[in-house]
């Protein structure tokens, strides 16, 4: 199995245990799982993104540089580039994990980027995990807005509320036990709830569903 996720990513490992820990989530094996990968991850994630992004924008601010990274290494963009992968199903998940609704699997497979990228940078070097980000992340960093505005969704939601004259969004958040947060949002009569590998992620996940409702049907 884990040879074809080999052929799948295009990377051969030396170690192969190291594919094998970066696809194991903390349900299915409490001792050893890929919690301390995705932490090291992170961190080389955002060098090669910094990196990259001084590069290719000589002339740009460090705020404006800070400000496309945080759009790059989001939990959105993540995810996506691990399911664009293609080997969501060579996760290992509890049972009862595996059983839970697609928006919180979400964070989970975000967390799994990151462990895997920590997985080739410790099996190679930095410059061949560099290269491999670069290409895999070839989309997410073509499709950056510069002139996007800097503003999270939250942010832009508490705006919203306060230009319609509407009571400010009460989040309800809580960590469910297999490490993906919940945030709920109720709102008059509706209820929108959000996911994420943390509070904060499901808080700017549950204001974006909001935000995108008010907007669409405001009159």
């Given amino acids: 199995m884990l040879n074809k996720i080999e052929e799948i990513l ?15 989530h903390k349900s299915f094996n409490k001792a050893k799982n890929n919690e301390r990968l ?19 924008y000589p002339d740009e601010t460090e705020g404006s540089l800070t400000r496309m990274r945080s759009l790059i290494v ?27 609704e697609h928006d919180k699997k979400l964070s989970i497979y975000e967390d799994c980027m990151e462990s895997l990228i920590a997985a080739i940078y410790l099996d190679s070097d930095y410059k061949t995990t560099r290269d491999y980000v670069v ?22 939601l508490q705006e919203f509320m306060q230009k ?11 960590e469910d036990g297999i490490g993906v947060f919940q945030s709920i949002i109720n709102l008059n009569k509706k209820r929108f709830v959000g996911y994420g590998s943390s509070k ?20």
């Avoid at 961190?43 to 990259?52: D, F, G, M, Q, T």
């Avoid at 959105?76 to 199903?89: A, D, P, Y």
Wanted: without cysteine; aromatic residues 8%; glycine residues 4%.
């Fill in 200 to 219: 904060k992620e499901a808080e700017q996940d549950v204001a974006k569903k909001t935000l995108s409702y008010l907007s669409n049907n405001d009159e």
């Fill in 74 to 100: 989001k939990g959105e963009s993540l995810t996506s580039v691990f399911l664009n992968l293609g080997i969501k199903e060579f996760v290992k998940l509890s049972k009862g994990t595996s059983n839970i």
């Fill in 38 to 56: 995705e932490f090291l991850g992170d961190a080389v994630l955002n060098l090669i993104i910094s990196e990259y992004l001084s590069n290719i």
């Fill in 135 to 156: 290409t895999i992340f070839d989309s997410v960093l073509k499709s950056i807005d510069k002139s996007a505005p800097n503003k999270d969704s939250k942010s832009l």
């Fill in 10 to 24: 295009g990377y051969k490992f030396s170690n192969i245990q190291l594919l094998d820990l970066a696809l194991t």
């Fill in 164 to 174: 319609k004259e509407m009571d400010l969004p009460k989040y309800q958040s809580q």
